[in-house]
T-cell receptor, first 112, second 113 residues
């Protein structure tokens, strides 16, 4: 089945540690997105990528980094510079018609 | 700049009663409008979308929404809710052909038995 796979489902970060969240899609979509979800704040865009080897900052990119070396993969690294990383992270992709987003099942990141 | 306002953060409703979840947006250009549903600890699923054409849009699970350009609204309705409709609902907007989607802050619908 086509879809988006996020892993792991739960992730814990220690102080000063970088962690990487995985996002893989087999939908052949060019555009991919990372959103952060906090209670009562909806979804906020961290980074997005329209094509391989290109990505753009969203509204809250500070403390995060991404790469897009393959069309299928768009990993997100939460760096030690992100002082409040506890949140639910959602990856999404969009087809060329821009008609809708397909979402993964999310990763819950918590700080130890 | 675009923005989306979901006026109600929480909506409790009794089972089999009707419900309306409100969404207003601001944009100076033509838009695509979406409603997504999120069940606990899961990603978002598309309920319905308005791209063009008829202003009344029907989606999955018996939901529908009406695009009102003059009021810049896209309210979601269901005539009779079920327990299984308990979830968080997000309204979203994008400019036609644009890369990004702007989401509202969500409305938590709780269906009471």
């Amino acid at each position: 089945d086509g879809g988006i796979t996020q892993s792991p489902k739960y992730l814990f970060r220690k102080e000063g540690q970088n962690v990487t969240l995985s996002c893989e899609q087999n939908l052949n979509h060019d555009a991919m997105y990372w959103y952060r979800q906090d209670p009562g704040q909806g979804l906020r865009l961290i980074y997005y990528s329209q094509i391989v080897n290109d990505f753009q900052k969203g509204d809250i990119a500070e403390g995060y980094s991404v790469s897009r070396e393959k069309k299928e993969s768009f990993p997100l690294t939460v760096t030690s510079a992100q002082k409040n990383p506890t949140a639910f992270y959602l990856c999404a992709s969009r087809d060329s018609t821009y008609e809708k987003l397909f979402f993964g099942s999310g990763t819950q990141l918590s700080v130890l | 700049a675009q923005s989306v306002t979901q006026l109600d953060s929480q909506v409790p409703v009794f089972e089999e009663a009707p419900v309306e979840l409100r969404c207003n947006y601001s944009s100076s250009v033509s838009v695509y409008l979406f409603w997504y549903v999120q069940y606990p600890n899961q990603g978002l699923q598309l309920l319905l979308k308005y791209l063009s054409g008829s202003t009344l849009v029907k989606g999955i699970n018996g939901f529908e929404a009406e695009f009102n350009k003059s009021q810049t609204s896209f309210h979601l309705r269901k005539p009779s809710v079920h327990i299984s409709d308990t979830a968080e609902y997000f309204c979203a907007v994008s400019e036609t052909g644009a890369n990004n989607l702007f989401f509202g802050t969500g409305t938590r619908l709780t269906v009471i038995p």
